[in-house]
């Protein structure tokens, strides 16, 4: 196949409707900017996430001092929670900052894939922090209520579940993050 | 002396008062009636930029709305996806078109947009391209759609590309020339050059074993 013959048959590969794509730039959802980029809606779900782990951290510590009303309280797991919900925070901040800072008008596109592969790789590397963090806290917990059997076999039922589906999460997660890197 | 003093500025003040609250009055309509005439001619302008700018959006879009859609498509990887990303390029070529400086080139920055739109999110590719192999995906498609085999092959190989070659090679094969592509992608030439070579190379390879095999 030779660079001509190349270009030809590029030339005949299915495309999609361009009649289609022209109705659509008409359409008021695009013209009112009533609609949102994939890109936007990405940064605004980090957005809500960051808001969401910022205000577990005072929800949680009023939470776990009602738990321990009949035990002493465990200072150490309270300040873990807090930890891990300000990491989880800031993380979500830093990957919302990335993401605003791709211009998709303005910045070459070698540059936005750069930004976006980036963006994603950093993404998967806290995921791989906070989901041994997440399970860690739970081991706390269940040492914490050591005494009651009940809330023991509860967790050992939701520990089991969570596993299963963090070692899917995490082979997935591996799974992409080797096709960045390639 | 004092009380005759006021008696003349009160008589004074009797006298101008009126006659300076009228001033002031009309001054002050005459200032409104000014302004509103400003901002009625201001709003008319920006009535007039805007229906301009659709107008000339919409041109654009129609002279480019083949490129937009095969771009669009070669990187998705359901209809879903595809339709999502031709709103999205839309929505930006609308966002971008007041500050399109013309002297860039349309061609070259509809390739930009569509392609920083398409690059801009990552993808996850579909179960049956994660586990079944390249070849046997273009073979796929290629039994699927025998009337266009080569050109569904070569449209599958490209779309397994990384980002990076997969949108170089897509603009050498839509016959951009090597200095608007480095232009697009924000490289050096010579790279581009080395980018191309290396990824039309891979493609022959793969067209060899698989078509020469076949015949």
Redesign the interface.
């Known amino acids: ?1 030779d ?1 001509k013959k ?2 030809e ?14 109705e ?3 359409s008021k ?3 009112t ?1 009533r ?1 949102k ?3 936007q809606r ?1 940064a605004d779900r980090y957005r809500v996430f960051y808001t969401v782990a910022f205000c577990m951290i005072p929800a949680n510590i009023l939470f776990l001092r009602n738990i321990f009303d009949g035990y002493d309280t465990n200072y150490a797991l309270m300040y873990a929670f807090a930890l891990y919900f300000l990491t989880a925070g800031c993380m979500d901040v830093y990957l919302h900052m990335r993401i605003r800072r ?1 211009d ?2 303005e ?7 750069r ?3 980036d ?2 790789k950093w993404h998967l590397r806290f995921m791989m922090i906070l989901l041994p963090a997440a399970i860690a806290l739970i081991v706390m917990m269940a040492m914490c209520f050591d005494t009651d059997k009940y809330v023991i076999y509860g967790m050992l039922t939701g520990g089991a579940c969570g596993i299963a589906i963090g070692l899917k999460a995490f082979s997935d997660f591996m ?2 993050y080797r ?2 890197r ?1 | 002396m004092i009380y005759s003093n006021y008696h003349t500025v009160q008589s004074h003040t009797e006298r101008l008062l009126p006659g300076l609250i009228d001033t002031t009055i009309r001054f002050c309509l005459a200032k409104a009636a000014e302004i509103r005439e400003c901002m009625c001619a201001a709003f008319d302008r920006t009535q007039t930029t805007d229906i301009r700018r659709e107008g000339y959006y919409l041109e654009i879009v129609e002279r480019n709305a083949d490129v937009i859609s095969k771009i669009c498509r070669s990187f998705a990887t359901c209809d879903a996806d595809y339709e999502d990303l031709r709103q999205d390029a839309l929505l930006n070529i609308w966002r971008g078109v007041s500050g399109f400086r013309k002297d860039s080139g349309e061609r070259t920055w509809i390739y930009r947009i569509t392609l920083n739109t398409c690059v801009s999110t990552y993808r996850k590719r579909s179960r049956r391209k994660d586990t079944v192999s390249i070849d046997t995906t273009a073979q796929i498609a290629a039994e699927e759609y025998p009337e266009q085999d080569e050109s569904v092959w070569l449209a599958a190989m490209v779309a397994q590309l990384p980002p990076m070659d997969h949108a170089i090679i897509e603009m050498w094969l839509d016959e951009l020339s090597y200095d608007e592509i480095a232009g697009v992608m924000g490289m050096n030439r010579n790279t581009v050059a080395t980018r191309i070579h290396r990824t039309k190379n891979y493609l022959k390879n793969k067209y060899q074993q698989t078509w020469m095999t076949k015949k």
């Open positions: 196949m660079d190349m270009k048959t590029w030339r005949r590969r299915p495309c999609g409707d361009a009649r289609c794509l022209i659509e730039a008409r959802e695009i013209l900017f609609r980029t994939a890109l990405l791709i998709v008008l910045m070459p596109t070698s540059e936005v894939i930004e976006a592969l963006c994603r799974n992409d096709q960045l390639d």
